[in-house]
Each structure stands twice: as structure tokens, then as C-alpha cells.
T-cell receptor, first 116, second 107 residues
């Protein structure tokens, strides 16, 4: 299993450009999510999905779109990049631990995005 | 609304010492209390988690203690090692992450 794979690892965008951050998992996890990580802010939830065809907003959804057409893929789209979106982005999928209602997350290695 | 407050922001411990990181939360509906460990350049990884039906859980050198009445839970790292140097996050219900604690264990 490759786990959670994110591409690209690094990206520089100009203000106003659009792009898609890719996320794929091969563990057949239903629940996937996107976070952004900024210094001193921890990780903040952008969007999440509980299964194919279902997405919902997290804590900081503005400026981002997601879709979930398959269980494996959960891309994050920046429609018109702004310098405030400079951050490290992590995709994660959720797995169930042995005990019922106990779960954890597997994170990708991140995409470092700079918007100039 | 700040729902999760983590302390300290940074911590320096000598090898073999005990590292203690605290997490205070506001939402009494939280029912799952994990800690994540993150090394530089990597995504966070689940370290240990607890449900509120127990007050303590131990896995190797890592222990979570939970105080429901105070709405706090803590991570204790016994016999801290240089390899434990990382940033630690609490994340009640995995929806709100604390700001993180950067732990440095000096040899």
C-alpha cells in the first residue's frame, strides 16, 4: 500500500492563478479530508468527504473547492490563488482502529504552496 | 472560537526526562482525544488516543491522562529520547487541532 499520496510536493503560483492539488489513497478509506498548516496555527480543516459523491465544508473552506468522484481520489482546487493561501496542505484519510468508534488518520506528506 | 488550547508552545527536555504536554478544550461534546506526532517535512501521524470512559491509557513510553471535569488531557513521554523530538498536536474529535508543541530532547 502506498498510503496517501499527494502531488505536487512544491508549487509556486501567481496571484489569480488556479490549480488542483491531487490526493489519492489506496486503502479504501471512506473518509478523507484536507488541512492547511500555518506556523502557530496547527492544522485547520478545509473540506472533508465521508464517501464518494459527498463533501462538506470544514473550518476554513473559502477559496477552495473539492469533489469526490471515486473513493480513491479527493482533489483540492484553488480557484483564484491569493497570497493568504500560502501554506502547507495535507490530505488525510481516516481508518478504523480495532476498538469500535476508535479511529486515526493517515496523512500524506504535504504540498508546500507559495502564492506570489 | 478557540476550541482547543495546547501548552506549552515549545519544550526542551534532557534525554531520559519526562515530557508533559497539555491540551484544554471547550466543547463538552468531544468524545475522542488523540495526540499526533509530526516530524519536519512529514505529515502528522497518530501517536495515541483515548476515549472519555477511561482516565489514562499507556502505550510504551507514551501515556495519555484525561480529566473530564477540567476538560483537559495530557501527553506524558517517559524516558524521553532525542528521536522523540518532533511537534505534537492534540486534536479532539480530529476536527480541531491544537497549535502544536515543539519538543526538543537534548542528548
Amino acid at each position: 500500500n502506498a498510503g496517501v499520496t499527494q502531488t505536487p510536493k512544491f508549487q509556486v503560483l501567481k496571484t489569480g492563478q488556479s490549480m488542483t492539488l491531487q490526493c489519492a489513497q489506496d486503502m479504501n478509506h471512506e473518509y478523507m479530508s484536507w488541512y492547511r498548516q500555518d506556523p502557530g496555527m496547527g492544522l485547520r480543516l478545509i473540506h472533508y468527504s465521508v464517501g464518494a459523491g459527498i463533501t462538506d465544508q470544514g473550518e476554513v473552506p473559502n477559496g477552495y473547492n473539492v469533489s469526490r468522484s471515486t473513493t480513491e481520489d479527493f482533489p483540492l482546487r484553488l480557484l483564484s490563488a491569493a497570497p493568504s493561501q500560502t501554506s502547507v496542505y495535507f490530505c488525510a484519510s481516516r481508518f478504523i482502529l480495532g476498538q469500535a468508534d476508535t479511529y486515526g488518520y493517515t496523512f500524506g506528506s504535504g504540498t508546500r504552496l507559495t502564492v506570489v | 472560537q478557540q476550541q482547543v488550547k495546547q501548552s506549552p508552545q515549545s519544550l526542551i527536555v534532557q534525554k531520559g526526562g519526562i515530557s508533559i504536554i497539555n491540551c484544554a478544550y471547550e466543547n463538552t461534546a468531544f468524545d475522542y482525544f488523540p495526540w499526533y506526532q509530526q516530524f519536519p517535512g512529514k505529515g502528522p501521524a497518530l501517536l495515541i488516543a483515548i476515549r472519555p470512559d477511561v482516565s489514562e491509557k499507556k502505550e510504551g513510553r507514551f501515556t495519555i491522562s484525561f480529566n473530564k471535569s477540567a476538560k483537559q488531557f495530557s501527553l506524558h513521554i517517559m524516558d524521553s529520547q532525542p528521536g522523540d523530538s518532533a511537534t505534537y498536536f492534540c486534536a479532539p474529535n480530529d476536527m480541531r487541532f491544537g497549535a502544536g508543541t515543539r519538543l526538543t530532547v537534548k542528548p
